[in-house]
């Protein structure tokens, strides 16, 4: 099944709040070898400003995929995950993500193109805290091959 | 920060990278995708081995912007095109290479945009890299 352009345009409803722990994020950063203490140390953190362990700049795309899952998991949208590939990430932070935060997002399917067989999926996540203020946007673009 | 030059190398660093590597990653970030750590799946898809998650590379090439300017949160854009897999063999693993280069500085925004190259087995795996920062 092709995959249905007419998704292009739209935006999802906001998700449930993201939690982000601070183990979590530890966890990431270690993942990523992440070794800045503001990662790891809370002391560390708040001597930068911050109320708790910051998360790595790429961590916003956990909260992200997530999210993505919206139109990725739609049998109706018709995109086979096993022929995606990721063609490009950029995150814009309006403000650091550090332990703590609640993390609530928009999903806005920006373009859907094709040509030469490979179709082009670009989403837009935009993520806010719990006061409605923007923490990051995240736009990613994924590369669908087509069938045969 | 105030006298930062474009052109200037601010961190070049070599990273080794195993499946135990990827794993971790898959776990931590919740991207499962069997093609970062199932030989036999990544093969059956037309892939020529396991290969580590895009945004693992992207991850990895940002640590020595942050390391370089001493706080996380003065990375205020960061953006990469995947042009190219990064394969992880077993055993053995991969190299990535990863070079930070001042490419422009903006002292009205107090802002700078670092050029990060990252390779693997002689081969540029990010495309367009760059972060801009709050210096």
């Not at chain 1, 700049?57 to 739609?74: G, M, N, S």
Request: glycine letters at 10%; one cysteine or more; proline letters at 6%.
């Amino acid at each position: 099944m092709p995959i249905d352009a007419g998704y292009a345009g739209r935006a999802y409803p906001p998700t449930d709040a993201y939690l982000v722990g601070r183990e979590h994020l530890r966890d990431f950063a270690t993942a990523v070898g992440a070794t800045h203490p503001a990662h790891h140390d809370v002391a560390a953190a708040r001597d930068l400003g911050y109320d708790d362990v910051v998360a790595p700049p790429t961590f916003a795309v956990v909260i992200a995929q997530a999210a993505e899952a919206q139109l990725i998991a739609d049998p109706a949208a018709g995109i086979d995950f096993s022929r995606v590939v990721h063609a490009e990430e950029r995150f814009t932070h309006h403000r650091p993500i550090v332990a703590g935060d609640a993390i609530t997002t928009v999903l806005h399917v920006d373009s859907i193109t094709e040509r030469a067989g490979l179709a082009m999926v670009t989403t837009r996540c935009e993520l806010s805290d719990v006061a409605g203020e923007p923490v990051s946007t995240v736009v990613s673009t994924l590369a669908v091959r087509g069938e045969g | 920060m105030a006298d930062v030059e474009v052109g200037e190398v601010v961190g070049i660093r070599a990273i080794e990278v195993t499946r135990g590597d990827l794993v971790h990653y898959a776990g931590a970030s919740g991207d499962r995708n069997p093609i970062h750590w199932n030989e036999r799946f990544a093969r059956e898809v037309g892939l020529p081995g396991v290969i580590a998650h895009g945004m693992f590379t992207m991850a990895l090439a940002v640590n020595v912007v942050v390391d370089w300017l001493g706080d996380p949160g003065r990375v205020l854009e960061y953006g990469v095109r995947f042009t190219r897999p990064v394969q992880v063999p077993d055993p053995g693993g991969a190299t990535v290479t990863i070079t930070a280069t001042v490419g422009a500085v903006d002292p009205d925004a107090g802002t700078a945009r670092v050029d990060l190259v990252a390779e693997a087995a002689g081969v540029k795996v990010l495309g367009r890299a760059q972060a801009v920062v709050r210096l």
